[in-house]
């Protein structure tokens, strides 16, 4: 059974930082990409950033320059470091993982994390 652990998240002032981590744990083949999403109240779930197996990395535009996403393929583990936090950067912040597992046949699956709470004051 594959489970992803966040761990990270609070509160800050806005222009504070924090750091996000996600590992995953279980038994899969290979991992195609790793991201993180977040959602606000009423607001639909949307993409933070992404970092796929060769290392690329995508960011929403409105938090280019101020976060930075990171793996470690060993420790199949995940980091977002946020920087500059704003008020709008509030929300549960999910870890997305997905991967090569083999059961009867090879797939590939989506997974995703529990959530961690990101909330910034002004």
């Known amino acids: 059974q594959v489970q992803l652990v966040e761990s990270g998240g609070g509160s800050v002032q806005a222009g504070g930082s924090l750091r996000l981590s996600c590992a995953v744990s279980?038994?899969?083949?290979?991992?195609?990409?790793m991201g993180w999403y977040r959602q606000a109240p009423g607001l639909q779930r949307e993409l933070v950033a992404v970092?796929?197996?060769?290392?690329?990395?995508n960011y929403r535009d409105s938090v280019k320059g101020r976060f930075t996403i990171s793996g470690d393929n060993a420790k199949k583990t995940v980091y977002l470091q946020m920087n500059s936090l704003k008020p709008e950067d509030t929300a549960v912040y999910y870890c997305n993982c997905n991967a090569v597992i083999r059961t009867t046949k090879w797939t590939t699956e989506n997974y995703w994390g529990q959530g961690t709470q990101v909330t910034v004051s002004s």
């Open positions: 970092i796929l197996s060769g290392g690329s990395t």
């Open positions: 279980g038994s899969i083949f290979s991992i195609n990409t």
